[in-house]
């Protein structure tokens, strides 16, 4: 989780320290005394900047640390056993808190966890009623030491084993750290500052010994011992600590401090309560000793981010939408005006061309499909004269053929080229009775007929004498020509002049 | 999480339900405004595109009208297009007859029908056919009657078939006496007015 604008305060039995916290912005508000008027400014303070989520850094002898490994569980069944081993550790304490470090890579691999509490923590009730009174959503209580841990993070020891000697308001924090992980921290308590830098050393050693023989250090390690003091009062433990093998001591300066946090040195200097809060501002707490009921208002507080965000994004993201399909809109007017100004222009030129047409035609394209059907009906007439001079020219070759009658049809609409059907009814004249010989004759007449290009389709329409089996059949017989004798037959045929191309 | 505190955050729960009321409004408003925008947009796209091709048909009009007007004017001239005129058609034939030297004719003109559907092209095309009876001397008077016919006649007319025959049996001798008879239908066509169109 990471907050952006948020209060650290630094808790102690004394004093209380409030810093306003912002990424690349730390404004240090003050310190305030447990007093009557101390507690009154807190509370103002705290009044002013009520919505901002906050986290307790405390500082105090009164605390314990127990490392515990525990059968491996998850959701639910890992809450009822902590809180069950907790009570079980520190019967009813009320600030009590787990934090899952590491599970084991052997055996039954188990978790292995730091459990902390505070043993008396009367002192922070005052502080803590002020901001339930303000409804501040505190989201966490948590040791100076694991406060001290992102520091150390920040300052990047290479060492497994490390001892962190942290000097603040005359009051000496000791806190190692396995692999950078909290293990164990107790505070040293001095009323005379000029008693510190002798004991420090000593403390450190005692320290290291308790560490060794609760096998929480390991023996024959060698133990990194960083002193970290701003008014560089630790300095001269360095060199005691040195002489022992079992240390490897460095000084941690204010440049280093500052370089670490990205913090300037001078206000580092002119505020050092704010190191280890500015280290812990940022990242997530592993270790919260606050009990729930506590954490109501940030629960509280994050829903309430959470549906005004939920709002915020909603809103925008309609106002978006809308803006879009808005702008789309607009877009599509424009052009449609710009359509309908264009339209106007074109019916404009339209009305221009049209009041130029006679007004006694009618349509255009009617008057060209007139003129067109007039053409049609006066093309591809049948020539007349052509038609019997075909046919003459032929009959003129056979004077024994007496034409009775010649009708002819033109072709039906459309009219696509000249033409018409033909039909001659003649006899052949000094018919003697020899049929054959009128039959001979009258084929010799058709094929002349067929022989000329613009006749098509000759065939005989009637026999002068039918012989076909199923008719009846009558004659006569003479001797000689007789002229009431007469072989009649019937002729059609096409008639088609080729049009030119 | 935890369980949300509904009553801690009412506020915050009303807001979060004006803000999704307020974007839909205004999603659902400002789509139906830009589909009614669409839609417009449309109509003025194809308001355009008729306006367009109406300019362009009256270009091609103005050409149609250049091309055959003149030739539209012609055949109104010539008796084509407007009313029948029968009495000049009777004249034409009666001019022809006699310019040829026959003996007479007789004629008959139909009632006035529309011509056939495929013929006509919606167009309002009449058909009047006249038939005509007439003695004739030799086949070739037929031709030179229709010769002297076609540069009388009014109007378009087609012949639509002819039927000589002989008149008697006697074998031929040189006589003024017409030994042919020539019976031929004619169909005569005129196209209404667009007066008379619309009138009828």
Not at chain 1, 38 to 54: C, D, E, N
């Amino acid at each position: 989780m990471t907050l952006h604008h948020r209060l650290i305060l630094l808790a102690t039995p004394r004093q209380i320290g409030v810093l306003d916290w912002r990424p690349g912005r730390l404004h240090w508000l003050g310190d305030f005394p447990a007093t009557e008027q101390g507690m009154a400014a807190f509370r103002a303070v705290v009044a002013k900047h009520s919505r901002l989520p906050t986290l307790v850094v405390v500082d105090t002898v009164d605390e314990d640390y127990r490392s515990e490994a525990l059968p491996h569980v998850a959701g639910h069944a890992r809450t009822e056993l902590l809180d069950r081993r907790l009570r079980q550790v520190f019967r009813n304490a009320r600030f009590v808190g787990a934090w899952r470090q590491t599970r084991e890579t052997t055996g039954r691999r188990d978790d292995r966890y730091l459990f902390a509490a505070l043993t008396d923590a009367d002192w922070l009730t005052p502080w803590l009623a002020v901001l339930q009174r303000e409804r501040v959503p505190l989201y966490g209580i948590t040791p100076l030491a694991l406060a001290s841990q992102h520091l150390l993070t920040r300052l990047r020891p290479q060492e497994p084993h490390t001892l962190l000697a942290y000097r603040l308001n005359n009051r000496l924090r000791l806190s190692y750290y396995h692999n950078g992980q909290l293990r164990f921290s107790r505070l040293v308590s001095s009323e005379s500052p000029t008693q510190l830098p002798g004991n420090a050393a000593d403390e450190i050693a005692k320290t290291q010994l308790y560490l060794t023989g609760q096998r929480i250090l390991p023996r024959e390690s060698r133990l990194s011992v960083l002193l970290c003091d701003p008014s560089g009062q630790l300095d001269s433990a360095q060199a005691a600590l040195n002489a022992d093998p079992a240390f490897n001591t460095r000084v941690v300066d204010l440049q280093s401090l500052g370089r670490a946090l990205g913090i300037p040195e001078n206000f580092l200097a002119e505020t050092p309560d704010v190191v280890p809060l500015a280290a812990i501002a940022g990242d997530t707490v592993e270790l919260n000793l606050a009990p729930a009921e506590l954490l109501q208002p940030y629960t509280e507080y994050r829903w309430r981010r959470g549906l005004h965000a939920l709002a915020g994004t909603l809103a925008g993201v309609g106002l978006v939408v809308t803006a879009g399909y808005a702008l789309h809109a607009q877009e599509l007017r424009s052009e449609a005006e710009a359509l309908a100004r264009q339209t106007q222009q074109l019916d404009s030129r339209y009305a221009a061309i049209a009041r130029g047409f006679p007004a006694n035609l009618p349509p255009p394209g009617q008057l060209a499909q007139t003129v067109e059907l007039a053409h049609t009906l006066a093309a591809n007439r049948v020539n007349v004269d052509a038609l019997y001079a075909a046919l003459g020219q032929v009959l003129a070759a056979y004077p024994d053929v007496r034409l009775d009658t010649l009708s002819w049809n033109e072709a039906s609409p459309p009219f696509a080229a000249p033409g018409a059907r033909v039909r001659l009814d003649a006899s052949l004249t000094g018919f003697d009775g020899n049929y054959r010989a009128a039959l001979r004759r009258i084929e010799a007449l058709m094929q002349h007929l067929a022989a000329v290009p613009s006749l098509h389709e000759v065939r005989l329409r009637t026999s002068p004498v039918n012989v076909d089996s199923s008719a009846t059949l009558t004659g006569q017989t003479r001797n000689g020509a007789d002229p009431a004798l007469a072989a009649a037959f019937s002729v059609e045929l096409v008639y088609r002049e080729e049009t030119a191309p | 999480m935890t369980a949300p505190p509904i009553a801690a955050l009412r506020v915050a729960i009303v807001l979060v339900a004006v803000a999704l009321a307020l974007a839909l409004v205004g999603i659902v408003w400002s789509h139906h405004a830009a589909r009614d925008a669409e839609a417009g947009l449309t109509e003025q796209h194809a308001a355009h595109a008729a306006a367009q091709q109406r300019l362009a048909r009256s270009r091609e009009e103005q050409r149609l009208i250049e091309a055959h007007q003149e030739a539209y004017l012609r055949f109104v001239e010539a008796g084509f297009i407007g009313a029948e005129d029968r009495l000049a058609w009777i004249e034409a034939v009666q001019l022809a007859s006699r310019s040829v030297g026959l003996a007479g004719l007789e004629y008959r003109l139909s009632p006035r029908s529309p011509a056939p559907p495929g013929l006509a092209q919606a167009l309002p095309l009449g058909q009047t056919t006249m038939t005509l009876t007439m003695p004739i001397l030799v086949e070739t008077d037929l031709p030179r009657f229709f010769a002297a016919l076609r540069t009388r006649a009014p109007g378009i007319y087609r012949i639509q078939g002819c039927r000589l025959s002989r008149v008697g049996n006697e074998a031929f001798k040189a006589a003024d006496q017409p030994r042919l008879k020539v019976e031929c239908e004619l169909v005569w066509y005129t196209l209404a007015s667009a007066s008379q169109a619309s009138a009828s």
